[in-house]
Structures are given as C-alpha cells and as structure tokens.
C-alpha cells in the first residue's frame, strides 16, 4: 500500500509492516515545532458500532503518549473529517463528534456518532494526529462509574432514569422518560424498579423508540411487568429508531402518530433514555411552551441519573451545551441535517432561537403534519 504520508523539510522515517498494510510517518513541520504523527491502515470490517475497523493497532498510538482526548485528521479514500477524537471503548462523546476509537480487541476504529462513514473492505485510511481535545477532560465519560446497582444510587428513579417531563403548558402527570423497561432483570436491574415506577405513575402507553416490534414480541414472551403487560395488549409503539435518528423521520412521525392516536400518560424510552429519548422529548417539551432553562435541565437530567453528574458542574454544562444545543440547532436547521458533517459544532448558538415555532415548523414543513394535527396533539399533552 502507498503511504499517504508526504516529507515536509527533514528526512522522511518509514516504518512498513512487512505483509500487512500498516505504513507509520513522523515528520517535523518545522525546526521549531513536535514532530507530526500519521499512520496509514487499511479497513477490515465493521466496528461494535457498524463503522469502518483498521488493522492500526492501539499500541501504535499509545507507543507515541498519544492518548485518549488527542485530535485527528481522518482521510478516507473518498473524503477527509477533522476534529475526531482519540476514545477507548467510545467513552466521552456526544451525537454528531467524529472519533476515532480504542475497540475492546486493541484495534483502532472511526466513525461519528448521528451518521455513518462509510469505507471499503481494504480500502486505505490515514490518520493524523493534529492536536488536544480542549473539551473532553470536561465530558463525562459514560459508563465509568455507572453500575447495575441500586445501592449505587439515591433513588428507585435515579437508578431507573425515570421521571416527570414538566415546564411550560405540560399537564401533570402526562409525560415521562426512562430507561428501558423491557430488558430481562437478570441483564439490567434497572428494568424491574422501571416497571414499577411506570405503573405507580399510571402510564397507559409506551414509546419504546429502540424497539421494533418483533424486538417487543421477545421481551413480551419472556418477561413479565406493567409495562410488559402494555405490550401485551398493544398499548405501544416501536419504531425501531437507530441512532441515526435525525435521518429517520418517519419514524418520529410515527411516534408523535401515536401519541395522537392513544391517551396517556405516556412513557418515553430507548435503551437509557440518553439520546432518542432526549430529542422526542425535546421536540415535545417546545410545542409545549417549556422554556430553554426547562428543556436544558430536562436533557441533562438523564446524564446525572446514569453518570452520577452534578447539577451546575462543569460536566454538566457541557452536556447542556452537547445536547439541548445540538439537537435545538438541528431542530430549527433541519434543512442542514444532510450536511452534518460540515456544521462547526463547537460554534453553534442557538441562545436566539424561537423554539416553539422551531419545533411547529419542524413537525409541520419537514415531518407533514397539518396544523390540526400539530394542535390536536399539543392539546393532547397540555393544560
């Protein structure tokens, strides 16, 4: 395989791989600056999360005290992404970053989190180190110390991400957010006390966004619970959205169809109840008149419940600032949701944004709803 990697002003230093397709440059930029880091792999397959895997091993990096949080420059054969950042096992991200990840095996994969990239089986891809993540010492890195066990938290709610979606015009009592309450208890605690809080608040309809119906039927023919039993009777919807979630708009039509077609109270859910669960939520919470400073808390609050973050924290503004930010931008700018990957996350501002009329013409001009139908399903969820 060509390296990619081209002399600057000193003496090019090659290490090939002999067999394989590993090609590694350094190459000062000037007298004055570090030495620049490149390696070149070729694709294998696909990742854990269905996105290009290399055969560049992990060590290659960390050889070089490259370390999770660095930059990358990643260039496919078609096409070239900035600002991915070096992760392990995808800790510390939100929807819409470019990584480039340590997978479990001790590999190196790429990908971005809201869209694909895409590369051939044995095509080449070259990745450049060019500098620090300045924002991912702040970001909570999921998972690390979130565990299965309730003793590990304050509450039954806390524990299951379950609560009350409030603000603006919302009803008491009308919609609430969770984690999944369909895995087997046996794999996730936080499914049973779930179950137990939804029946406790009444639920009478789930939107298991994660799911799919054949995905509902194994759940409903090997487990038992309220929510089960929800299912079991056909008060659900499944719309087996992915986390490519704002490229799948008829599947969010679906969901707001439902909840048209079915009384509440209504229960919102994907895996965690982190990102889908967020964006329906949050589309929901402005046709309903909640106020930014209320949809922000609303969309942190499930970061807190599972990574045990504090209100107010440094964490916790980044998350505000990755969530509620992201997703209002794409809300109100969805003729830009082609074009993800050219947004300058770290620069968006959405502090002027209208966000009922955002999210009415959202529902309106890019889901197809009618203005009845929008009204009709405001009244449903409003005083």
């Known amino acids: ?56 091993k992990a060590e290659t990096l960390l050889e070089h005290k490259i370390t999770p949080g660095a930059l990358f420059q990643i260039e496919t054969e078609d096409e070239t992404f900035n600002d991915a950042i070096l992760l392990n096992n995808y800790l510390g991200i939100f929807m819409f970053d470019i990584f480039v990840n340590i997978e479990s095996d001790g590999y190196i994969s790429i990908g971005c989190v809201g869209k694909l990239i895409t590369a051939d089986v044995g095509s080449s891809v070259t990745i450049t180190h060019t500098g620090t993540s300045h924002r991912y010492s702040k970001v909570p890195h999921y998972n690390e110390g979130s565990t299965n066990n309730r003793a590990d938290y304050p509450s039954d709610e806390v524990f299951g991400n379950f609560y009350e979606v409030t603000g603006g015009n919302l009803k008491d009592g009308i919609l609430y957010r969770s ?56 008060k659900y919807v499944a719309p087996g959205m992915g986390y490519l979630y704002f490229q799948e708009k008829e599947k969010t039509a679906l969901v707001f169809q439902s909840i048209l077609d079915n009384d509440g109270a209504y229960l919102v859910h994907c895996n965690v109840g982190r990102d889908r669960t967020g964006f329906i939520i949050l589309l929901l919470q402005a046709l309903c008149g909640c106020t930014a ?74 889901l197809g709803f009618s203005d009845s139908d929008i009204d009709s399903l405001i009244g449903k969820l409003c005083n």
């Open 293 to 366: 400073d209320e949809m922000k808390e609303c969309e942190a609050k499930a970061f807190c419940n599972l990574y045990h973050i504090d209100m107010g924290t440094e964490e916790f503004r980044t998350v505000v600032d990755c969530t509620y930010g992201r997703n209002m931008y794409l809300i109100a700018n969805y003729d830009e949701i082609p074009d993800i990957f050219v947004i300058d996350w770290n620069n968006i501002d959405v502090t002027t944004v209208d966000t009922f009329t955002a999210a009415y013409d959202y529902c309106t001009d890019y």
């Open 1 to 56: 395989m060509n390296s990619k990697c081209k002399p600057l002003v000193a003496a090019l230093m090659v290490i090939v791989i002999f067999g394989g397709s590993l090609t590694v440059c350094f190459w000062p930029s000037d007298t004055s600056k570090e030495e620049v880091f490149s390696v070149t792999g070729e694709v294998t397959g696909l990742s854990s999360y269905n996105q290009p895997a290399l055969d560049i």
């Open 179 to 234: 984690f999944s309450p369909l895995y087997s208890p046996d794999k996730q605690a936080r499914s049973t006390y779930v179950n137990e809080l939804a029946e406790e608040a009444g639920i009478q309809f789930e939107i298991a966004l994660s799911y799919n119906d054949a995905s509902v039927k194994k759940a409903v023919d090997s487990l038992e619970g309220y929510c089960i039993t929800l299912c079991k009777e056909g």
